[in-house]
């Protein structure tokens, strides 16, 4: 199992197969290109057809506070990958965004886990506008990653949506993928999504009600 381009492809038996295309994936980012091929292999290892993988991957919209879409407001796209609790996970978040034609406007923040966020510091350099920061450990991702983008603020989640799509320019995304655990302001991750994705749509209400006057 690989992928050549843009095809996933099996090769068994001097064969070769091409079982779906990146294009029909709706998950954002390589590495859920690499769990689509994973789950593509166990699929065949178990007798499933391709054609019913190919479907099921067509339809599947992805998991809740996992890179999830949240909603588009005047060209600005916004993403919840509040899941995104190490810095690891917020790394491949900002990879999976980084190949569109905007910058992205990314809050970072919560209770930190005594891990370095100098890895974020070249992804962060070359493909974010700004930071938008909240939580217990915003001084010290401060100290670490003011010298890769210009940094922000936020004292609630309302706080960080409001100047994250301040600083969003069209075509840009806002990523909310925190890099740090959730307890500081909230009781989990998903609480800390669901309000994330209750500030984008009341920001999307505020924004319609305003041009519509």
Known sequence: MFLRG????????GEEKVLTTRDEIFLRGLHNVENVLASL?????CGASPDSMR?????????????????????????NDSKATSVDAALKAVEALSDGDGKINLILGGRGKNAAYLPLAELIKANVRKLILIGEDADNITSQLKNYAEILRADSMKDA????????????????APACASFDMFKSYE????????????LNFETQAVEAK
């Open 6 to 13: 843009r095809e996933l492809v099996c090769q068994a038996n």
């Open 55 to 79: 479907e099921t991957v067509k339809n599947f919209k992805g998991v809740e506070h996992r890179i999830e879409f949240v909603a588009e407001i005047e060209g600005v796209k916004f993403y």
């Open 191 to 202: 609480e800390r999504g669901t309000i994330f994705k209750t500030e984008v749509s009341n």
């Open 41 to 45: 292999a166990v699929g065949l290892a």
């Open 161 to 176: 949506v409001k100047k994250s799509y301040e600083s969003a320019k069209s075509g840009d995304a806002v990523l909310l």
